[in-house]
């Protein structure tokens, strides 16, 4: 029976420099009787573990566990499996909230019956400098979706004020009964259209920067190398095969083949300047070939795409030659 109200995740891997900052940003989830704080140490070398026991004496309601090493995703379907609460929020142990939201998000996970509260973040640099703010709607402070405008949102606003980040989103445990984090890197949008494609879900979204999405050079999605660039090329194969089964009008297809295409292109730069594996080449020209005919019997192809298409990968390709 779950007796909290919400569950924080707190996956940690080597985060001795960010974690006590990080847990301190939750405001007023910390020492909140509703709410359980789970920090899994998945197997860090450093001075992370510590810094967990010292978290856990300080706050009555931080719990720290311990396990072996098996990745980011290993970390949050443990967390997923030791949580006691009504919503689950999945947080990074390197980033920050703005704490003064928190007791807003408390509210309104006690007085509404919600399936997903999503809000707005700031992309931020090491150093504490905003790069970028992202929200939906500036001129409302809350917006309700439906689970196809989520999907449009999604995939067709270049600002990226929804994206796949998962730490920009709280669920109701309820709906992840059978849904799992894959293994591999980048798996948080295809854990979210996971959810999508089970339920018809209903999306309240508060328009103000509530995350901190810190920029640090040594994560995960900043690390170039064979098995990132696949784990990303797998990312938005997932979603476009999950939204082509949705019920998605035809502007919203060709909005993420799109934005596949040009993630695609992105990927293609990134293995002929840093990587050249022969392995990624090839799936990279097999995606090429399925969205390029996709967009020859849907308008062609327009200058922008072609520009990205030459740029970053017929450019990169003679260039290794």
């Keep these: 029976m779950k007796n909290k109200l919400l569950s924080v995740v707190i996956p940690a891997y080597n985060i001795d420099s960010y974690l006590s900052d990080s847990v301190q940003s939750l ?179 508060i328009n103000n920067i509530v995350y901190y999405y810190i920029q640090r050079s040594g994560s995960i999605t900043h690390s170039v190398n064979e098995k990132n660039i696949l784990d990303k090329v797998s990312n938005l194969k997932i979603v476009s095969s999950i939204i082509r089964s949705l019920n998605v009008d035809a502007n919203t297809i060709t909005a993420n083949n799109r934005r596949t295409l040009v993630g695609i292109l992105w990927q293609a730069s990134l293995n002929s300047r840093e990587v050249k594996s022969e392995k990624v080449e090839n799936e990279i020209h097999n995606q090429l070939r399925i969205l390029v005919r996709y967009f020859n019997h849907h308008g062609g192809i327009d200058l922008y795409l072609r520009l990205k298409m030459y740029f970053y990968y017929f450019k990169g390709r003679n260039n290794g030659k």
């Design 27 to 205: 405001g007023a989830f910390l020492n909140a009787e509703e709410v359980e704080i789970l920090i899994i140490n998945d197997g860090s070398t450093d001075n992370t573990q510590a810094i967990g026991k010292r978290l856990e004496s300080k706050y009555f309601n931080v719990r720290l566990f311990n396990k072996p090493n098996g990745g980011l995703s290993s970390a949050r379907n443990f967390g997923m499996d030791v949580l006691n609460g009504k919503y689950v929020y999945f947080f990074d142990g390197d980033d920050q909230l703005n704490a003064a939201y928190t007791s807003i998000l408390m509210d309104m996970l006690k007085t509404e019956d919600l399936d997903l509260l999503g809000f707005g973040y700031a992309k931020v640099s090491d150093d504490g400098d905003i790069l970028s703010e992202h929200i939906l709607d500036s001129q409302q402070t809350m917006s309700k979706l439906s689970r196809s405008e989520f999907i449009k949102a999604i995939v067709s606003r270049d600002d990226e004020p929804v994206a796949g980040y998962i730490c920009t989103k709280i669920f109701k445990v309820s709906l992840l009964m059978n849904i799992r984090f894959r293994n591999m890197n980048y798996e948080d949008m295809p854990f979210v259209f996971d959810v999508l494609e089970q339920h018809d879900i209903k999306i309240s979204y």
